[in-house]
């Protein structure tokens, strides 16, 4: 059975960086587009970012934008999510999963990863 494996969660401080690595187990992602999806403690998961199957569109969380960048490399069969001025209102646990989406919205429909734990705190 295919699915995501996330990795580079952890603990930062307030203003730090992260970069969270999602890779295919299982099946090849190159054909399907993919999405990184959080959920706090307490509230429903939603969409962070979103990324076309050839990496040149992309979907960006309003609270997100300008902060978060998702990429990917089909070769290695992997998407990432590089995320800096990082604060507190990220913590979360973020997985990724095939994805539907267009300018205005994303949504996993398939092979989610189990997550990786983000926490910023000082």
């Known amino acids: 059975q295919g699915q995501f494996v996330e990795s580079g969660g952890g603990l930062v401080q307030p203003g730090g960086s992260l970069r969270l690595s999602c890779a295919a187990s299982?099946?090849?992602?190159?054909?399907?587009?993919v999405g990184w999806f959080r959920q706090a403690p307490g509230k429903a998961r939603e969409a962070v970012a979103c990324?076309?199957?050839?990496?040149?569109?992309?979907y960006y969380a309003d609270s997100v934008k300008g902060r978060f960048a998702i990429s990917r490399d089909n070769a290695k069969n992997a998407v990432y999510l590089q995320m800096n001025s990082l604060s507190p209102a990220d913590t979360a646990v973020y997985s990724c999963?095939?994805?539907?989406?267009?300018?205005?919205?994303?949504?996993?429909?398939?092979?989610w990863g189990k997550g990786a734990l983000v926490t910023v705190s000082s």
């Open positions: 990324i076309h199957s050839t990496g040149d569109i992309t």
């Open positions: 999963a095939v994805a539907a989406f267009g300018s205005t919205f994303c949504g996993g429909i398939g092979y």
């Open positions: 299982g099946f090849s992602s190159d054909s399907y587009g």
